[in-house]
């Protein structure tokens, strides 16, 4: 992390909800707009400290501040992480021989900022979709953001029960109220990343091995008789038959485009790029986007700042903010 400039991620963020009932099992339900439950996180955020640590209390995440822009249709979340663990920031001035340590305190933790910018209109390809751009902070990946942004959404459901209640979508009411039956929606977050030149060119130069194609369509159907094992999901082997000697994302595409004909769900594409590494990437079938990855994500430097940048801030900063929403236009 430099003091003169920031590298942006760019991904889709996907919004989840399905709720659970006894007859049904679990149940997919329609997400609510991301720009209702960002108001929900900002209320949450002004009444009550919205910190999360891990179990050994070594290392905290934490909702530093957030704006939402109901008539831009946009938003921007601060998301801080501190590390007590991280070793004290050495400082020094070789030429003046000046040197000294930044000692922290024994609750205090070295700080990093990751701004997280979010165009509040889903994307053509889905409604509960949303273009989002991430800066790249050390110990603030799109996983974490996605872990940090489920327990912000856990923790307003305690106090907001109404918005997260959905009728049961069989239409069914409860005997005994009369009443139409209700159940609880539960949301779930997903940043897949959009693919870079370099994944295309790594791709198109090295060794297609083969590509799974995955289903979920029956995932926690029973495959005993006293449900202790459930199935996780279905997956299907796609081999080149010979060495490919067309565009190989051309092929991974027309597979995808397939497999999303038979309603399945992603691609494991495994093969070795052009310098023998094997890599193996999982990609959604419908947007052609990474999952779970961070190497192969399209990316963007922003330069030329006014002044310098800490590691961290506990304001938004605008001139972060301004450039990233030019991004995601």
């Known amino acids: 992390m430099k003091s003169n400039e920031r590298t942006c991620k760019f991904f889709d963020l996907h919004i989840k909800t399905y709720g ?16 209702e439950l ?7 955020h002004s009444r009550t400290s919205t910190v999360r640590e891990n179990r050994s209390k070594t290392e905290m995440w934490y909702l530093a501040d957030i704006e939402v822009d109901t008539n831009a249709r946009r938003a921007t979340l601060l998301i801080n992480r501190s590390d007590r663990l991280a070793a004290d920031q050495s400082i020094s001035s070789p030429k003046t021989k000046e040197y000294r340590v930044a000692e922290k305190n024994e609750d205090e933790g070295n700080d990093y900022s990751a701004h ?23 110990g603030l990946n799109s996983g974490t953001i996605v872990k940090i942004l489920d327990w912000l959404i856990k923790e307003c459901s305690k106090t907001n029960q109404e918005f997260f209640t959905y009728k049961h979508p ?10 139409d039956k209700t159940i609880k929606g539960r949301y779930s977050c997903e940043m897949v990343g ?17 590509i799974e194609i995955i289903s979920y369509e029956n995932k926690d159907n029973s ?23 067309a565009s190989v994302y051309d092929i991974v ?42 190497q192969y994500v399209k990316k963007e430097r922003l330069t030329n700042f006014s002044s310098k940048l800490p590691t961290s801030f506990q304001r938004i900063y605008p001139g972060i903010r301004d450039r990233m929403y030019v991004l995601i236009k």
Request: hydrophobic fraction near 35%; glycine fraction near 4%.
């Open 223 to 245: 495959w005993d008789g006293e449900n202790k094992t459930i199935e996780h999901s279905t997956v299907v082997n796609v081999k080149p038959k010979k060495k490919l000697g």
């Open 38 to 44: 960002l108001k929900l996180i900002k209320q949450l």
């Open 194 to 210: 959009h693919p870079s030149e370099d994944f295309v060119r790594e791709l198109n130069d090295g060794v297609l091995h083969g």
């Open 116 to 138: 997280l910018s979010i165009n509040l209109k889903p994307t053509p390809s889905a409604s509960n979709m949303y273009a989002v751009v991430l800066e790249d902070a050390p």
């Open 253 to 294: 595409k027309s597979v995808c485009k397939t497999a999303q004909e038979k309603k399945l769900q992603e691609a494991r594409i495994k093969f070795k790029d052009s310098a023998e590494f094997e890599r193996t990437v999982l990609i959604d079938i419908n947007s052609m986007n990474l999952k779970n990855e961070e």
């Open 20 to 35: 659970f009932s006894k007859d049904s099992g679990r149940i997919q339900l329609p997400p609510k707009p991301l720009i």
């Open 170 to 179: 069989d239409g069914s009411v409860d005997p005994k109220t009369k009443k």
